[in-house]
């Protein structure tokens, strides 16, 4: 139940991101549509056909988002635009503003490719637009900077990539903690605090859930409904703390006797109930014996007293027809049957 909360946190953080990065695709193709028109407007052909590629580019990032998956979104929107930012360092844009597009590029890929994986990119891609900047013109004739601009545009670049760094890492962090805060909170909503087992509530959203599933599989379900015996004259000999103490301790008898597919919930005050997928009455009926003998053979230490208890079991298992609520109330009367006829027995 709580994996699933998590899941659900982490599953709105991707619809988020989707998002943005749709968002991303229809600015890209948006401005690049534009500087294209105005590039056609100006006769200068190979910049527009370069733009077209690239708000085509921008705009199949938008379809594959809705038809594949965000990554291939992001690779497409991040490699397009550093493509698009060579060209435009290497071929100065109009009148030389080319090479300043390129401090999108930065707080783009950390947002889009993550902290670690933004910087290595982010890296790779200055040290290209050092190569094509300081490309001898004899090699491959490229816009001329002067030095004093092409110093300026990198230390600008990489102080715009510390501060894009800075504050994609502080949302991380940020993210992190709401994440880690939700589960804890989620943890204190669903388990009791005294045993650590679940809660009645925790315990009733599992009942739910298996209703539903064996609703479809028709597997059998079974629960006890276990009580322990004269625990209050447990309380009035040794006190209350001696009496935490049991309930504690026979959350790890209930805990070491049956599977981890099983949930044990603290339903009541000194009732437990002991949710069992995929077991008939008969097979839980072992089950519950073999709890029975381990409470009764398990000795509680508290100070300097030994303390013995034992408990009653109620069995009870659900039919295609019946509610969670008459399960659980089959389950008490069988307890009840079980204190007459004695106490420290499984019925049936
Ligand atoms: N120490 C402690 N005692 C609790 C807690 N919750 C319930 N109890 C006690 O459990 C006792 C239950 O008493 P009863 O309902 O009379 O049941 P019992 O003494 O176990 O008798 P039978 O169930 O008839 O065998 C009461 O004394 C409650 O105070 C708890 O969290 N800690």
Known sequence: MLASINDQSKSNGNLLHARVIKLFSLVGASITGGMCLLSLLGNNNTLTLILLVACTTYLIALFSLKKFNIKVSAIIIIYSLYLLMFYLVFSGGVAQTGPLWIFIV???????????????????????????????????????????????????????????????????QFYRNVLELSAKYQQLAMSDPLTKLANRRNASAVLQQEKARIDRNHEPLSVLLCDLDHFKSVNDKYGHNAGDMVLMELAKVFTDNVRQQDCIARWGGEEFLVILPQTSAEQAGIIAEKIRLSVQNHTIHFLKHQIQVTISIGISQLTEDETIDELINNADKCLYQAKTLGRNRVHP
């Not at 889009?112 to 933004?118: A, D, E, I, P």
């Not at 990119?121 to 290209?128: H, K, S």
């Not at 004739?141 to 502080?170: C, D, G, N």
């Open 106 to 172: 930065a707080p783009v890929s950390v947002y889009v490719l993550g902290f670690r994986l933004g910087l290595i990119n982010l890296a790779i891609f200055l040290c290209i637009v050092c190569i094509i900047m300081f490309l001898p013109q004899h090699l491959v004739a490229h816009e001329a900077y002067t030095p004093e601009f092409k110093l300026r545009l990198i230390l600008s670049f990489l102080t715009m990539t510390f501060l894009s760094a800075l504050y994609e890492y502080s949302s991380m």
